[in-house]
Every structure is written in structure tokens, then in C-alpha cells.
């Protein structure tokens, strides 16, 4: 695991040995196999599942513009210009002979079509993206822009038939051929992850039998960083192999010698030696598209040391060439989160924290246009926050352009589509910068509330049978916009409805002093080990704490040797003595290995039954409330393959939405049914401040008896100021 606690003398031997072809096959016939060319191949990038484009894009008034960004994989040789397949349709108003919808790749013009009764629905045009126009770092912009006319001597250029709408359902085709695997250590994470890639890194752990302690550790080490580097993009774990010949992903081998027959395979076991740890990455002979990480050593400790200088912060940048060793490593820290925004910063003293949206990485923001879209200000926060009443407050430091109509021209803010202010932009000449203050109210905030902030721009003196254009007049919003938050962190548990933020309390508890204890089944196979590594890469990417703790054990050691760690309970096919702890104290609602649940109402049964899933349960225990609170967060599948699957759904903000109260129950799809069977109890504290004045809000009797408890005091105060002051002489 990683903390400062475990420290070790720093000093790194790295050897690059030439010996890394399989045992028994000589040098010409391994140059043979991985030189075999790579086929090309074809991959459509949908504006979707893919760029990340979460609505239809609507270009709405005389003159607009969108933009989409995409990128070009490190890894790929384009053959051919991509195709842009661009779906659309648009108002059945517009004029054909004045009305144009035209493409342009990172500022050249590369097609366009004319916006007439023929794709009034169901519009398709294919466009040829020059690589030419590509810029050479691989990250690209397409935009499209529009002209759009309703009449050839007098039209609103604010009239809603104004529009054209570019569907999600749009892709761009890719041609290309897959460069030469590059393995040297030097540029790890890549080629495993490509920071340009699509989708989810694939891996296959390959070679385990049964899980040890020390894989275990390492595996975990591992996950937790690769999902860092994959952050949203996320990480596809697949079924284990016994054969890396079987891999058509990331083939990752880990474990010593005696633990995993296919390190000898790659490495040269004569050469590992205890308390060292060695790392090989390697193109894969049989599929030489994907690669084989080796990450072992001459003993337990050795393996940990590989695992945690592959992995440490930019120690992987020291590593290169094809095989590396490591002899030690001190103060080992995972690479930094790359979530953007980040949350919002630890709640701090009683009296809140006070911040500019820049510690969110939050950037200067602006918009152009009368058809502006709103800048958005997400407020991340841990799924026990608690606003205090009136402890919530954003000064909004902003600014516009001249050429603005005042009379119409505003600046609205909003909160989850709340309007809370709109002030008027009625400075003739604009302003440079200023700001205004906005009370938050505290009960519309929730963990993932969004502040958003609208400029509704008009031009000057604009008239509505001349031709105008907008891209003049502008609204900008400073990093240096202030947010000041208090709260406390207080709620009631069991509740697993709070997994949607972020996977709280798993989150917040391994970004803590005491860390978060995952619990492995006492006999954890290959799938197991699988599922741990899948859990881990999950809370990597939503952790953003610079010290992460955590440790993995088998079942059995979790639950009394553990005091004060919230823990992940992985229970499969095999037994699991933690969970059969849980289960015997109480702690849970299932009664036996079955899911047998029991309702009551009011005292009285009200049903008893059993229920079957194609994957299985996830249940939250409260096993202690006192101070922060601790729990336990059961995910139990009827065997190891469908644990696998079911941490993944642990993964699906769709799926984790559904959950409430204390078990879920999760389908085969996104399909959650929940169930309530526990009683809550309070987690957390509030401060007397916050609590004095919610029961002053909760009870207008309350309220009166404090005014008057408080007239009474100072009536006596002033009476025994006055009595001093008459008999002094």
C-alpha cells in the first residue's frame, strides 16, 4: 500500500538485459514473430460513446457555431483521410438559396452542404477531414458553423425556426495501421495506455492460480494507478488466462516465480534475487497488436518494489529499456489524479473553506454570441457533505464586452436550473472585471450540484431586418471566482444511495489517515484476483488524495484486527471469513448464504423470500457509528466470474443511481431493485453553531423562546451594566 509509514532506503539499479524472447526459441525465429506486420484496421469514433458529447448539438440564430474535439491515438498510422459521417436535421423554415451548414477541421474548411427540404430530416453528409489540417500533437477540433435565413428582406435573427441540430449519433471513420509496439519503460504508462486512445484500458491478468498475499498487494498497487491514468476513460478488467497466446488485451503477469509460471517464460528467473523487483514489458508474440507486462522479483518483497516503482509518481519515468530491476524505493505515491474539475477542498476548520475555482482546476472561461452556452461551476463534494445554513456563498468575478444592448443584456446564475440572480449588463462601454456575490441555499445543494452562469448578450441597436452578427459582443468568467463553503460531514447510514458520489464512503475513506481495507475471499483464485484489480483501477480514478491508503487481506483477517478501516468485502464462489463474521455478529441483513430477506412492518413480518440474481447483491453494514463511522460494503455474486462482473457494475453511474436504502439487488443490465430492511443510524458531527440553527429553522416556537431567552439576557446584561456604572463615583 502506499504511505509514508513504509519506508524504504531510495536507490534504484536498473539493468536493461537482453535475454527477454521465450525460453527455447532462438533470436532469429523471436525477431521473426514480432516482426510480423500489423494488419490495418478500421474504428468508427462516435460523437457519443466516445468524444464525450452528452447532448445533440442545437446552432440556433443567423450565425453559430459548435465545436467538437477528437484525437488521433498515439499508436496510429492513418491511412487514408478520416470521414466524417455528419447527421443532422434542421427547421423546415429556412431558406435553401441562404441557408448553409459548413464543416471546418482546426480552422481550414473541408466541406458544407445546403440546408434544404431534402435533409430537413434525416440529413446526412460525409466529409473528407484533410490530414493535412491535423496538428501534430493529435488532438484536433471540427466545427460547424451555419447561416441560417427565414426571408430575403426582413427576418429575427432571434426567431426560434432559427435552428439546426447535429446528432449524437454522428462518427468519424478512422483508416489506419497500428505503429510497432513500443515497450521501452521509458514512456510507460504507454503503450498499455494511450492518453489518446478510445475507450477503456483492456487487460487480462494471465498466468494466476491462487492469489498470495504478496499478488494480492502488488495487484492492487497496480489497479489503483492504472486507473488513475485512465481516469474517466475507466478500466475493462476481462476473464484471467492461463496462456498469454490467449490475450487479445494488455496481458499483465504478476507474482514470483513460484507463484506464476509464466514469468519464467519472459524473464530470467536465475537472475531474480530476494528484495529485488523486476519489470519486463514485452510485445506479445502471438498478438503482437498488445503487449505483456511482467511486474515480479526474487521474493514477496521483491514483487511489492516492482509493483510500486512501476506505479510511483514519475519513478516510471526513470525505468526504460525492456527489463528493468529495482533493489529500493522510499516514500512510494501513485501518479496524481487527473480528474478535471477536481472537488471541492477538504471542509477545513469549523467555519468552512474559502477558495478560487482555479484549486478546482477550473479555467478563465468565454463566450461569445447572443446563443452563449452557460459556464458551468460543479460543486464535487463528499456524499456526508452538509451545508450549514446561509454557509454557502460564490462571488462571481466576471466581465463583458461594449456593444452590448443594456436594455436587454443580463447575466444570469443558476443553481441545478435554479435561478438565484440575473443582474444587468448596462455599462455601456463593458466592464473589465467585477463581481458579484450569490447566496447558495443550503437545501438545494447536494454532492454534485452544479453552479451555472448565463449571458444572454444582445447587440447594440441591431435591427431585426438588417443582418447582424454577434461573435463581437462576449462574457468572460475568472478562475479567480470565489466559493465559500461550510459544512459538516454528517448523514445516516446504512445508505447505499450515497455510491453515486463517487463511490462514498469508499472514496473518502482510502484518501484518509486510517484507509480502506479490501477483503479478498480466503482462497482467492484468478477471477477474485481479478475483481480486486477491477475495484481498485475504480477507486483510482475517482480518488484524488495525494497519500492514498489501502491494504488488501484475505477473509478472515478484516474484521477485528481492523479497527476503524471501512472495508470492501469480495465475496465469490469460495468462502470469505470476513463476510461469515459480518453475517454471524448481526451486521447484515442476509441470514445465510442465500439471500433470504426479511421485511418487517411495524413489528410485524410482512415478507419473507428468497431472492435469485444472475449476478448478485451489494449491501452497505453500519459496523460502528461512533465518530466518522465505519462500514462495510458487501459485494456478493453467486461465483467468482460474475464478481468480476458485478465490480464492474459498481462502476456504471447508471447503475449506482438506482441504489438506496441498505441491499441492492443488480440484474443482469442496469437493472437495481433495492431494499430498506435496517435501521439508520447517524454518522459524523455537527457543529453547535449549525445545530442550533437548524433547530431554530426546524421549529418557529424554538425560534420565538430564543428571541425571547435572548431579550431577557440582555435586559439583564444592560441592567447590570447600568448598576456597575451608578455606583461607581
Not at 539499479?13 to 535475454?19: G, L, T
Not at 481550414?108 to 501534430?136: H, K, M
Request: net charge negative; aromatic share 6%.
Amino acid at each position: 500500500m502506499w504511505t509514508r509509514s513504509i519506508i524504504l532506503c531510495l536507490g534504484a539499479a536498473i539493468a536493461a538485459p537482453a535475454w527477454a524472447q521465450n525460453q527455447g526459441t532462438t533470436d532469429d525465429e523471436a525477431s521473426v514473430e514480432l516482426d510480423q506486420p500489423i494488419p490495418a484496421g478500421s474504428r468508427d469514433i462516435y460523437f457519443d460513446a466516445d468524444l464525450m458529447v452528452d447532448q445533440d448539438l442545437m446552432l440556433e440564430g443567423v450565425t453559430a457555431t459548435e465545436t467538437v474535439s477528437f484525437r488521433v491515438p498515439e499508436r496510429w498510422e492513418l491511412t487514408q483521410d478520416p470521414i466524417l459521417h455528419l447527421k443532422f436535421n434542421h427547421s423546415q423554415s429556412l431558406l435553401p438559396r441562404r441557408s448553409v451548414l459548413t464543416v471546418w477541421i482546426n480552422g481550414n474548411g473541408a466541406g458544407s452542404v445546403r440546408l434544404n427540404e431534402d435533409n430537413v430530416r434525416n440529413g446526412e453528409i460525409e466529409v473528407s477531414l484533410p490530414r493535412t489540417s491535423f496538428f501534430e500533437e493529435g488532438y484536433n477540433d471540427v466545427q460547424f458553423r451555419v447561416v441560417q435565413h427565414l426571408d430575403d428582406e426582413c427576418e429575427d435573427p432571434f426567431d426560434p425556426a432559427l435552428w439546426t441540430r447535429v446528432q449524437l449519433d454522428s462518427f468519424i471513420r478512422f483508416h489506419y495501421r497500428s505503429a510497432p509496439l513500443d515497450t521501452d519503460l521509458l514512456k510507460f504508462p504507454a503503450p498499455y495506455f494511450d492518453a489518446r486512445g478510445y475507450g477503456p484500458m483492456e487487460v487480462s491478468l494471465a498466468g494466476i492460480n491462487k492469489a498470495s498475499n504478496a499478488q494480492l498487494d502488488a495487484l492492487s498497487i497496480l489497479g489503483f494507478a492504472f486507473g488513475r491514468h485512465a481516469s474517466y476513460r475507466g478500466i475493462a478488467t476481462r476473464g484471467p488466462l492461463q496462456s498469454t497466446s490467449q490475450a487479445t488485451t494488455t496481458a499483465l503477469v504478476v507474482g514470483t516465480p513460484s507463484e506464476n509460471a509464466l514469468v519464467g517464460k519472459y524473464v530470467d528467473t536465475s537472475s531474480l534475487k530476494p528484495g529485488v523487483g523486476t519489470i519486463a514489458s514485452l510485445p506479445n508474440p502471438d498478438n503482437p497488436d498488445t503487449g505483456i507486462l511482467v511486474v515480479t522479483g526474487g521474493d514477496a518483497a521483491g514483487l511489492i518494489k516492482a509493483a510500486e516503482a512501476l506505479t510511483s509518481q514519475d519513478r516510471y519515468q526513470v525505468l526504460s529499456g525492456s527489463i528493468a530491476s529495482v533493489s529500493d524505493i522510499r516514500d512510494p505515491f501513485p501518479p496524481p489524479t487527473l480528474r478535471t474539475p477536481l472537488p471541492v477542498p477538504d471542509r477545513g476548520s469549523g467555519e468552512g473553506v474559502r477558495f478560487p475555482v482555479s484549486a478546482m482546476k477550473i479555467p478563465d472561461v468565454t463566450v461569445r454570441g447572443y446563443y452563449s452556452p452557460p459556464v458551468t461551476i460543479p460543486l464535487k463534494m463528499e456524499g456526508d457533505a452538509e451545508i450549514h445554513i446561509d454557509g454557502a456563498r460564490v462571488g462571481i468575478d466576471y466581465a463583458y464586452s461594449s456593444g452590448l444592448d443594456t436594455r436587454l443584456s443580463t447575466m444570469e446564475v443558476r443553481l441545478d436550473d435554479v435561478t438565484l440572480r440575473s443582474v444587468a449588463l448596462n455599462e455601456a462601454a463593458g466592464e473589465e472585471k467585477t463581481r458579484l456575490w450569490v447566496d447558495l441555499p443550503w437545501e438545494l445543494i447536494n454532492p454534485e450540484a452544479e453552479i451555472e452562469v448565463v449571458f444572454h448578450l444582445f447587440p447594440l441597436n441591431f435591427d431585426p431586418c438588417v443582418y447582424v452578427t454577434d461573435k463581437h459582443i462576449w462574457g468572460s468568467i475568472f478562475a479567480s471566482t470565489e466559493l465559500r463553503i461550510a459544512r459538516d460531514g454528517y448523514t445516516e447510514l446504512p445508505d447505499l444511495a450515497k455510491l453515486r458520489y463517487d463511490l462514498w464512503p469508499l472514496n473518502a475513506a482510502i484518501d484518509s489517515r486510517n484507509g480502506l481495507l479490501v477483503v479478498a475471499p480466503d482462497d482467492a483464485g484468478a477471477w477474485d484476483a481479478s475483481a480486486v484489480f477491477q475495484a481498485m483501477a475504480q477507486l483510482g480514478a475517482v480518488s484524488t488524495g495525494e497519500e492514498p491508503e489501502f491494504s488488501v487481506v484475505k477473509g478472515g483477517g478484516g474484521l477485528a484486527d481492523e479497527a476503524g478501516r471501512d472495508m470492501l468485502v469480495l465475496v465469490g464462489s469460495g468462502k470469505n471469513g470476513t463476510y461469515a463474521q459480518l453475517r454471524d455478529s448481526g451486521a447484515l441483513s442476509q441470514k445465510s448464504d442465500e439471500l433470504n430477506v426479511l421485511i418487517d412492518s411495524v413489528g410485524e413480518r410482512a415478507l419473507k423470500a428468497q431472492v435469485g440474481t444472475p449476478y448478485g447483491t451489494v449491501e452497505q453494514a453500519l459496523i460502528d457509528n461512533t465518530g466518522i463511522g465505519r462500514t462495510a460494503l458487501i459485494v456478493k455474486a453467486p461465483s467468482s466470474d460474475r464478481l468480476l462482473q458485478l465490480v464492474h457494475r459498481l462502476g456504471d453511474p447508471s447503475v449506482t443511481s438506482g441504489m438506496t436504502g441498505n441491499l441492492a439487488v443488480v440484474g443482469s443490465g442496469r437493472e437495481v431493485r433495492s431494499i430498506d430492511v435496517v435501521e439508520k443510524h447517524p454518522v459524523g458531527t455537527r457543529s453547535i453553531v449549525s445545530t442550533l440553527r437548524r433547530v431554530l429553522q426546524a421549529s418557529w416556537a424554538a425560534l420565538v423562546l430564543g428571541v425571547i431567552a435572548a431579550a431577557i439576557l440582555l435586559a439583564l446584561l444592560v441592567r447590570a451594566w447600568a448598576a456597575r456604572r451608578g455606583g461607581q463615583t
